[in-house]
């Protein structure tokens, strides 16, 4: 009970974020692993809770000038010294992917980590994770996961290999009208220079446009979007992705899995200000 009224108070309170993220500047190793235990249950306990596990490490970005939100989970995953710290991070890294609601989200989350290195990371602790059952358990959550997002793919694309995705569209649009516009869309993307602090900005914008895009059905709708005086930087994905049973029961299996043994439980919350 009092761990669920503390991951309530969290909740309710967004000031609460702040706190998390300053004491994931902390040098001691068991702080950080306690917050990111924390960080687990909240992406699990409700929407609400996953949006604020979000915000803690949107505020870490900001608090330590930090270019990718997730760059410290992979960090402190590199640096770790004890397996329990190791297996702790890679059950955040489950549970933030997991608990997301729809594929697309599960997939934009999942390529996050993978573009900072993630894949290597989780390789080299396969060596380690012989002797400690637990962390052995996260890898496997891991790894099937992320092949069920993947079978759940248009026409069985591997949605995480760019190669597989680059070649489907170039495919689906070779010999038609698409194909002169599709290049030209590839030009585009070629001039950004991603030494550049701004190209995370111009991604970030082009990734929103295209996905509005995708979703327009008619030229009123089209010329609505060409007009939009401007464009959120993190809009929330609206698509709809419809699940079947199946997908939906092993997402919560891997998440009991990915939550078992289950974190600590949440500190005691401070008690509100008196009136």
Avoid at 1 to 9: F, P, Q, T
Avoid at 30 to 59: H, I, M, W
Avoid at 239 to 256: D, F, N, W, Y
Wanted: with cysteine.
């Amino acid at each position: 009970m009092e761990s669920r009224v503390g991951l309530d108070y969290i909740v309710e309170h967004a000031e609460y974020a702040s706190k998390l993220a300053a004491a994931l500047t902390s040098p001691a190793a068991p702080v950080k692993k306690q917050v990111f235990e924390l960080l687990s249950a909240l992406c699990v306990y409700n929407a609400d809770g996953y949006a604020r596990a979000v915000d803690t490490l949107d505020r870490y970005k900001t608090l330590k000038g930090e270019r990718y939100r997730l760059s410290v989970v992979i960090e402190e995953l590199k640096n770790a010294t004890t397996l329990d710290y190791k297996t702790a991070l890679v059950a955040f890294i489950n549970c933030i992917i997991i608990s997301a609601p729809r594929l697309p989200d599960r997939i934009r989350v999942r390529n996050e980590f993978i573009g900072l290195g993630l894949i290597p990371t989780l390789s080299h602790l396969r060596h380690e994770a012989s002797g400690h059952p637990d962390l052995g358990v996260q890898l496997d959550v891991f790894e099937e996961q992320r092949e069920s997002d993947e079978a759940q793919g248009p026409g069985g694309i591997n949605l995480n290999s760019h190669l597989d995705v680059f070649y489907a569209i170039l495919k689906q649009v070779a010999d038609t009208p698409q194909e002169v516009p599709f290049l030209s869309i590839l030009q585009h993307l070629l001039r950004i220079d991603p030494k550049e602090a701004v190209s995370d900005i111009v991604w970030d914008t082009a990734e929103t446009l295209v996905h509005r895009a995708t979703l327009l059905e008619t030229r009123e709708d089209a010329a609505k979007l060409l007009r939009a005086p401007s464009i959120q930087a993190k809009m929330v994905c609206t698509c709809q992705h419809r699940e079947g049973a199946a997908a939906v029961a092993g997402r919560k299996q891997s998440l009991q899995r990915a939550l078992s043994p289950p974190p600590a439980p949440a500190p005691a919350p401070p008690a509100p200000p008196r009136k």
